[in-house]
């Protein structure tokens, strides 16, 4: 088994930055959580009688397994995807990656495993994503690029977790009716037919940027996992259904290891 470096463990947080297992289960029957802040009227976590038969499995397995994506079609607004919102918060509990099987639904799409590591919280999520990448490269798996263009289905997670995944202060300001927030700054790039000249981001743009990542920071240490943006790699398993559940089952031994329990001294009984 491959050894995480103490950098790479989950991040020790104040009380009230995950939520309870308690809380998680009662959102996902759509009952109000004990502690106000767990979830919000515009990121749904109530699941339907197939979604909660997958999240039992998945208590058992520790990934979850989909047809697709588990993105709801029917739902005319906000995130559709109340299953992996779910999931997600029930890996925040655990300090754990969200690790997810999206089955293929077509002939012509492959399995694709989706490992989230936003709900770990690292500071530096390197050396995780060094020790996932060396767990798919055993199975032969190569990570899907960045900027792969998915079937819809697969596109669909992701487009969900951005947008449970956007920034705080507007969230909050407008009572948790959150919105898609870029607060990366944009490289401007002025091109001709034989120049390309880059211009460097303004001092508001600096001063935006600078603000975001503190407020990303905070929200790190102390906000919901709904509020963190997701940090994504993804496998296609070209090998069939086998491949991919082998697969998840090993990173989820790699990565989701409850910490030991602390040993209590017995005590001993007075001689009589």
Same mark, same amino acid.
């Given at each position: 088994?491959?050894?995480?470096a103490?950098?790479s463990?989950p991040v020790?947080l ?27 009227? /515009? +990121?749904?976590?109530?699941?339907n ?6 999240f039992? +499995? ?11 994506s ?10 559709n995807?109340? +299953? ?5 918060q029930?890996?925040? /509990?655990?300090?754990?990656p ?5 089955q ?9 495993? +989706? ?7 690292l500071?530096?999520a ?12 055993a199975?032969d798996?190569?990570?899907l690029p960045?900027?792969?263009?998915l079937?819809p289905?697969?596109?669909a ?7 449970a ?6 969230a909050?300001e ?7 927030i870029e ?8 091109m ?19 603000? /975001? ?5 905070r929200?790190?240490?102390e ?10 790699v993804q496998f ?5 259904? /086998? ?6 089952t ?12 602390k ?10």
């Open positions: 088994m491959m050894c995480l103490k950098a463990q020790v104040k009380p009230t930055s995950r939520p309870s297992l308690d809380d998680v289960d009662r959102l996902s029957r759509g009952e109000a959580a004990k502690r106000r802040g767990t979830g919000s009227r /515009a +990121v749904p976590h109530r699941l009688e197939e979604e909660m038969r997958a039992t +499995v998945s208590k058992k397995k520790l990934y979850i397994t989909l047809k697709g588990g993105y709801r079609r029917n739902r005319r607004l906000g995130n995807n109340p +299953v992996v919102n779910t999931f997600r029930w890996a925040d /509990a655990q300090a754990w969200a690790v997810i099987l999206e293929g639904t077509g002939s012509e799409r492959p399995d694709i495993v +989706v490992v989230d590591t936003s709900p770990m919280r500071q530096d390197a050396e995780v994503q060094r020790v996932i990448l060396g767990v798919a490269a199975f798996c190569e990570p960045e900027d792969t263009e079937k289905d697969a596109a997670v992701s487009a969900g977790w951005r947008e995944g956007a920034g705080p202060s507007e909050r407008q009572g948790d009716d959150m919105g898609d607060t990366d700054v944009e490289t401007r790039i002025v001709d037919s034989w120049d390309e000249t880059v211009l460097e981001p303004s001092e508001e743009e600096m001063a935006a940027a600078a603000e /975001a990542a503190e407020e990303d920071e929200n790190r240490l906000g919901p996992v709904w509020m963190l943006r997701p940090h994504i296609a398993c070209e090998d069939g259904r /086998a491949q991919a559940q082998a697969l998840a090993a990173l989820v031994a790699e990565l989701c290891v409850k910490p030991a329990k040993a209590t001294k017995s005590k001993k009984k007075p001689r009589e």
